[in-house]
């Protein structure tokens, strides 16, 4: 079995004023999801390790992710949030980027009210201090921000970039276009790389099947190939759509008409790599 590097997957103890996102539909995010659920979840699943993403935009969170991945080996590195817009950033940055588990920050930019929030000077500004402290961003963005995206990622052509959810893309209506033109011209930067990840939910989650997924997965290789995209799980989020082992067999099925190499790029490799993870897969 390949050694699996699971590229995305959040925890928390849920609080409805903290996690206002989860909303009447996501009812069975309304718990707590914890390392020992999530590493039994791995195991089934035969997943070594992984990254944990923040899910709210908290210093507080993010501390608590430093801690916990300093306490259980299933956390390989985190993917944390910062005022990075704020003249607070770099002090911020320089206390967190000493912790040897930070790989990583991300905003939740879907979310903005301003599609171009992105674009912002100051916004930059954080941006431009990631490269020098080793540190990845990841993108969290819907599908009809990719023509932003690429203007954004033009300004910082040496940063590590990590797009989160192969952006979102229409999968529930079986929409290819534009996702999949722009989707491409986006790769076509090659300090962007791409988390196979989140697909189950924009999906019918109730009734998708892995034949649903699969013209999405090609355009996936096809733009960025084998040594830029990375599985990730997007757990419990996923388990809106699919249990974690399930979501982890249709990756490997999937992936079994690539090469062995290929295999483990997808499956491992690339997540060790990019987020530069003291684990070996």
């Not at 999949?180 to 790389?193: D, G, I, S």
């Amino acid at each position: 079995m390949t050694y699996c590097i699971d590229a995305h997957f959040h925890l928390w103890h849920y609080s409805a004023a903290q996690y206002g996102w989860i909303d009447d539909s996501m009812q069975a995010l309304r718990g707590d999801f914890l390392p020992a659920q999530l590493q039994a979840e791995m195991k089934a699943a035969e997943v070594q390790a992984g990254i944990a993403v923040q899910a709210r935009q908290d210093l507080e969170e993010t501390r608590w992710l430093l801690h916990l991945a300093g306490e259980n080996s299933s956390i390989a590195g985190v993917v944390g949030w910062a005022e990075l817009a704020s003249a607070a950033f770099p002090a911020q940055l320089e206390t967190l980027a000493g912790d040897r588990w930070l790989k990583g920050l991300r905003h939740i930019l879907q979310d903005e009210p301003d599609d171009g929030c992105m674009l912002r000077d100051d916004f930059n500004r954080g941006i431009s201090l990631l490269h020098s402290a080793s540190l990845v961003y990841d993108i969290l963005i819907f599908e009809r921000h990719l023509p932003i995206a690429v203007q954004f990622i033009d300004r910082h052509p040496e940063q590590a970039f990590v797009l989160d959810h192969l952006a979102k893309p229409k999968i529930r209506g079986g929409e290819i276009s534009p996702w999949r033109e722009n989707l491409r011209e986006l790769a076509r930067r090659p300090n962007v790389f791409c988390k196979i990840s989140g697909m189950v939910t924009e999906a019918h989650w109730q009734h998708w099947n892995a034949d649903d997924l699969r013209p999405f997965l090609e355009v996936a290789l096809e733009c960025f190939g084998a040594k830029r995209l990375m599985a990730g799980s997007d757990w419990p989020v996923c388990t809106l759509a699919s249990s974690y082992s399930r979501w982890w067999q249709v990756l490997r099925e999937w992936a079994a008409a690539l090469s062995p190499d290929e295999q483990r790029s997808i499956l491992g490799g690339n997540v060790a790599e990019v987020y530069r993870l003291e684990t070996e897969p």
